[in-house]
């Protein structure tokens, strides 16, 4: 069946550093990934979608990328800051591309 | 922020009681999701729309039913609510489907005693 991974439930950072959130999937061949915010008590928000030809994609301080051979999506957000601190969802379409399937998600917090 | 609200914020209700909770947008989005969410699970996807009176069933959609009759609602009911289905309840819009990103409603808190 399919699963989507992201690699943990929580991880603590400092500030300044780079964070990796890393997700993986099993028997799927997305076409594209999605990846989302999500603050306590508020619905995700949309930060970046990347196409399976597209390898890596950025936007200011984040940057992710796609190996659709490792069957991975590495999100990145560098010189973090404590407002960076969320949790980070990603999601990837599902058989006839209307369904979208969503990860855990990784609880990221920033240290001051 | 996208025009999508839901209704109720909260809401308290008995087992075996009908729920309807209501997903309003303002955008003309063609796509309308309904998601739950609880810990450990993520989110996962209800059922969706992609037009009026046209709805497909998601991951976890024994329990549930929805109606679009409009373009701007989506309507996702519990026919019979059990404790199971205590949950935070989203909806999303889209204007292409998976292939655009989603804009996600505040959320229902829903609690089934």
């Known amino acids: 069946s399919q699963k989507i991974e992201q690699n943990s439930e929580a991880l603590n950072i400092q500030e300044g550093k780079t964070a990796t959130l890393t997700c993986n999937y099993t028997?799927?061949?997305?076409?594209?990934l999605q990846w989302y915010r999500q603050d306590p008590g508020r619905g995700p928000v949309f930060l970046l979608l990347i196409r399976e030809n597209e390898k890596e994609k950025r936007k200011e301080r984040l940057k992710v990328t796609f190996d659709t051979t490792l069957k991975q999506s590495l999100f990145h957000i560098t010189a973090s800051q404590p407002a960076d601190s969320a949790t980070y969802l990603c999601?990837?379409?599902?058989?006839?591309?209307?369904?979208?399937?969503f990860g855990a998600g990784t609880r990221l917090t920033v240290k001051p | 922020d996208a025009g999508i609200t839901q209704s109720p914020r909260h809401k308290v209700t008995e087992t075996g009681t009908p729920v309807t909770l209501r997903c309003h947008q303002t955008?003309?989005?063609?796509?309308m999701y309904w998601y739950r969410q609880d810990p450990g699970h993520g989110l996962r996807l209800i059922h969706y729309?992609?037009?009026?009176?046209?709805?497909d069933k998601g991951e976890v959609s024994d329990g549930y039913s929805v109606s679009r009759s409009k373009t701007e609602d989506f309507l996702l009911t519990l026919e019979s609510a059990t404790s199971s289905q205590t949950s935070v309840y989203f909806c999303?819009?889209?204007?292409?489907?998976?292939?655009?990103?989603?804009?996600f409603g505040q959320g229902t808190r829903l609690t089934v005693v």
């Open positions: 729309s992609y037009g009026v009176k046209d709805t």
């Open positions: 999601a990837l379409p599902l058989r006839n591309n209307n369904d979208m399937r």
């Open positions: 955008e003309n989005h063609r796509y």
């Open positions: 999303a819009i889209s204007d292409r489907g998976v292939l655009d990103e989603a804009f």
């Open positions: 028997n799927y061949s997305p076409a594209y």
